[in-house]
C-alpha cells in the first residue's frame, strides 16, 4: 500500500485574518483565501491548514468557539467554506482545519447554560466547576496558572448575585476547559468531526491536543505555568498537561477518521517532550503526524540541530510515524527574526518597541538556511503565511494596537504574538501592500511590508518566495519527504547527510567550507567567489 498523502506533504498554514481581505472590514476572510488559492498552488505546497473561522467573539483570535458547525459572519459563511474547499480541491490541495477541544467560548450555549444552573447540575458537569478554598470559598481551587497570565481560575457570580464556584480556564477567562471525563462532550466533539468531514475537509489540526484531560485531583503545580513547562524527561509530568487519558479520545476519533473514503488525517498540536512522549500520540492507532516543537525551539547551532533531527527520527521511527517538521506558526516569533537575535533557543514571547531587535538581516540569511535544511529532511513540513516571502516579525509594533490576551493578562510584561500575525503583502503599490482594496488592517503593517511584497519577488532569481518555490519542487522531484537520512558529517560547524539522490550541507561555521562533489542544484546564498559555501548557507548537490 502506498503512504499516505500526509507522510511527505508540506502544508502552508493560513491565519484566515491576517491572509486576505475580500470585504474591506481589514480582517482577512475566507473568499480572500479562496481567491488567493493560486498562489499557494503556484508556490507547490500540498495542503492548507486554516486557523480557525468559526463563530467566535474573538476574545483570542478565534480560538474562542462559541460554534463549531458555522462560520463567524466576519470570516464569510459556510457556503464561503464549501466553495473553498472545492476550489482547493480543483487545485490539488488538501484541506486541513482548526478544531478547538480543550475549551469552547464563554460564549457558548453550554458555558452560559452552565452559569444560569446550579452547582452539581449537568450544565455545569460539561466544564470544570470547583468550589473554592477556605472557609469562604475565596481561593481559587488550586494554584494552577493560566499559559496567558494570571490565575487558571475565575469566580462566578451565582443567578442570586452571591459569589459562587470557580471554573478553570488553562488560557484566557474567555476559553472554559471542557471536562472530557463527560462522555457528553466526547459525543458532541465525534459529531463535530463527522460534520466537517461530511463537508470535505482532509483532517483536523487539534489546539492544545495535551491538554484535554486533567489529573483527577488537580493537584498543585508549584512550576511556572507555561505550555511546554514540566515535560521534561527527568520531572514528572504537570497534572493538566500530556495526561496518559487523552490517547483514548484520538483513538476513538482515528476510528470516525478511518471510516471515511479518502486519507483525512489528525494533527497534534502537543507541546510535549522529550520527543518519546510526543510519538505516543502518532501511534499506529491515533493521530496521524504532531508538530515537532523541539525542532522549532532549537538552537541554530550544528550539535543542537543534529541533536533534536536525530531524536525525532529515531522516536517516530519507533511508533511507524512520518516525522514532521515547523520553524514558524501563529504562536511564535517568526523565524526569520527568532535567528536573528542574539539569543539562541527558546521562543521570546513577543518583541516590541524598547527590547533588543533582531538584526534582521542575518535572521533572514539563518531562516532561509534553516528553510532548505528543513525541506531536505525526510517526512512533513509544515510553513507559515509569509515564510515564503522572508517576512521578518513586526518587532515594533505599537503596544496601543496589541490585540493578543497575553499583553494585558501578563500586565503589559509579555508582548505576545501579535507580531507574527500582522497581515501579509501581496502587492507593494496597493493599499494595505494587497491585504485588501483598502488601507484597512485590523494590526498594522509597517512600511519595510513593500520590499517583501509578493510582486517584488515573483519571478526574481534569488529572493525568498523563489528560494522557497524551487526547494518545493525540488524536493517532490526528488521525493525527499518519503527518503531516509544518513548522516556524513555532524561536527561542531558543518551538518551534512544525504537523502536519496541529493547531498544536504549546512554551514554553521564561521569560515566557508568546500560544498559537496556534485552538481549544485540548490543554494540558499550565493556561494563566495572561490565557490565554498559561506557561514550560515545551506546548499542542495546532486551526488558526482
Not at 473553498?84 to 458555558?111: C, M, Q, Y
Not at 470516525?256 to 500520540?281: M, T
Request: proline share 8%; charged share 25%.
Amino acid at each position: 500500500m502506498a503512504p499516505g498523502w500526509w507522510t511527505e506533504a508540506v502544508i502552508y498554514q493560513i491565519y484566515p485574518r491576517s491572509f486576505a481581505d475580500s470585504d474591506s472590514d481589514g480582517i482577512g476572510d475566507l473568499p480572500g483565501i479562496t481567491a488567493r488559492l493560486g498562489h499557494l498552488a503556484e508556490l507547490g505546497v500540498d495542503a492548507v491548514w486554516l486557523s480557525p473561522f468559526y463563530p467566535s467573539p474573538q476574545a483570542d483570535a478565534g480560538y474562542d468557539v462559541a460554534d463549531y458547525r458555522d462560520v463567524d459572519p466576519l470570516f464569510g459563511s459556510l457556503a464561503d467554506a464549501d466553495r473553498l474547499i472545492a476550489e482547493a480541491r480543483a487545485k490539488g490541495l488538501k484541506v486541513i482545519v482548526d478544531l478547538v477541544p480543550n475549551h469552547t467560548s464563554s460564549a457558548h450555549r453550554w458555558f452560559r447554560a452552565a452559569v444560569a444552573a446550579a452547582p452539581g447540575s449537568p450544565e455545569r458537569g460539561r466544564y470544570i466547576f470547583r468550589d473554592g478554598l477556605g472557609p469562604d470559598g475565596a481561593e481559587p481551587p488550586n494554584d494552577w496558572q493560566s499559559v496567558f497570565g494570571g490565575p487558571a481560575w475565575t469566580r462566578l457570580v451565582e443567578p442570586d448575585g452571591r459569589p459562587g464556584q470557580w471554573y478553570l480556564h488553562l488560557f484566557d477567562t474567555a476559553q472554559p476547559d471542557l471536562n472530557w471525563d463527560n462522555p457528553e462532550i466526547r459525543a458532541e466533539f465525534l459529531d463535530v468531526l463527522r460534520f466537517w468531514l461530511d463537508r470535505g475537509v482532509d483532517g483536523f489540526r487539534v489546539d492544545v491536543a495535551h491538554g484535554l484531560i486533567k489529573q483527577a485531583d488537580l493537584a498543585n503545580w508549584e512550576e511556572p505555568q507555561e505550555i511546554l513547562s514540566g515535560n521534561e524527561a527527568d520531572k514528572p509530568r504537570p497534572p493538566m498537561w500530556d495526561q496518559d487519558g487523552v490517547h483514548e479520545v484520538y483513538r476513538e476519533w482515528r476510528r470516525v477518521l478511518d471510516s471515511y473514503d479518502g486519507d483525512r488525517i489528525l494533527v497534534a498540536e502537543a507541546w510535549v517532550e522529550p520527543a518519546e512522549r510526543i510519538a505516543r500520540y502518532v501511534r499506529p492507532d491515533e493521530m496521524h503526524q504532531a508538530f515537532n516543537f523541539e525542532y522549532l525551539l532549537a538552537a541554530w547551532t550544528a550539535p543542537t540541530q543534529y541533536a533534536v533531527i536525530t531524536r525525532s527520527l529515531e522516536a517516530t521511527d519507533a511508533v511507524g510515524a512520518p516525522t514532521t517538521w515547523v520553524l514558524s506558526n501563529h504562536d511564535v516569533i517568526r523565524h526569520a527574526s527568532r535567528l536573528g537575535l542574539s539569543a539562541q533557543g527558546g521562543r521570546p514571547n513577543g518583541i516590541g518597541i524598547g527590547d533588543p531587535q533582531p538584526d534582521a538581516a542575518l535572521g533572514l540569511r539563518r531562516g532561509r538556511a534553516a528553510t532548505l535544511l528543513m525541506l531536505a529532511l525526510p517526512g512533513s513540513a509544515y510553513l507559515y503565511q509569509g515564510e515564503e516571502l522572508g517576512l521578518p516579525e513586526h518587532t515594533t509594533l505599537p503596544d496601543e494596537s496589541r490585540q493578543d490576551p497575553t499583553w494585558e493578562r501578563s500586565g503589559h510584561t509579555q508582548r505576545g504574538r501579535d507580531g507574527c500575525r500582522v497581515p501579509i503583502p501581496w502587492e507593494a503599490d496597493a493599499p494595505s501592500y494587497g491585504f485588501g482594496p483598502t488601507d484597512a488592517s485590523w494590526l498594522p503593517q509597517p512600511p519595510l511590508w513593500a520590499e517583501y511584497a509578493l510582486d517584488r519577488q515573483r519571478g526574481v532569481a534569488g529572493s525568498t518566495y523563489e528560494t522557497y518555490r524551487t526547494a518545493l519542487r525540488l524536493r517532490r522531484e526528488h521525493a525527499l519527504g518519503r527518503g531516509t537520512l544518513e548522516w556524513l558529517s555532524s561536527g561542531d560547524e558543518v551538518l551534512s547527510f544525504r537523502n536519496g539522490g541529493l547531498t544536504v550541507l549546512t554551514n554553521f561555521g564561521t569560515a566557508a567550507v568546500p560544498p559537496p562533489a556534485g552538481e549544485l542544484l540548490h543554494s540558499s546564498a550565493p556561494l563566495d567567489a572561490d565557490g565554498r559555501v559561506p557561514t550560515d548557507v545551506t546548499v542542495w548537490v546532486r551526488h558526482s
